[in-house]
């Protein structure tokens, strides 16, 4: 896999070091806004990464490119994938996927007519214990009530009470919890029982 990483953020720092060690993974690309090129290149010259530009069009051209993690703000993430699966490259895309079902299945569709790879960047569903829980589920007779909870206090908060509001606080943005860490539980309970028959949210703006 000849990788292009979309992003210089938090998320970027901390997979880097991981993609670094894995066999068959070259770093090929990494794409920044104007404002952070130069985050961009340092972070190119710590992982051996061999172009650095805030050039999208130069990295999809690029024919050491052949696959694109999509590691931008949620409100991107369907207009860089897509010009990527148009472009011939593979797709890996951060969580969540899109902001609308009808830009998955834009997404799906131009994925399948150009025979390019479209995968979502999270893996809860491919862990041991994933696993062992499905298979065990049979066990627990009949599930009426399943409650989940995946908190933790946001590195962007503080800001966020100074009013410095981030992309993943934004709603313009595609930002909240629903679409943030909640998504977790969704992948989780949808992966153990299923699609559901009908769905009720209420936000608690407390």
Known sequence: MKLAILGTGKIVDEVLPVLKEINGIELSAILSTPRSLEKAQKLAKIYGISQASSDYDSILAN??????????????????????????????????????????????????????????AITNQYLGNFAAIKGNLAKLGDIKIVECNYSQYSSRYDAFKRGEIAPAFDPEKGGGALRDLNIYNIHLVIGLFGKPEKVQYLANME
């Open 63 to 120: 024919p050491d490119v052949d696959t694109v993690y999509v590691v931008l703000p949620n409100h991107l993430h369907y207009d860089y994938a897509k010009k990527a699966l148009i472009a011939g490259k593979h797709v890996i895309c951060e969580k969540p996927f899109t902001l609308t079902l009808a830009e998955f299945e834009d997404l799906a569709k131009i994925a399948e007519q150009n025979n390019r790879i479209l995968l979502e």
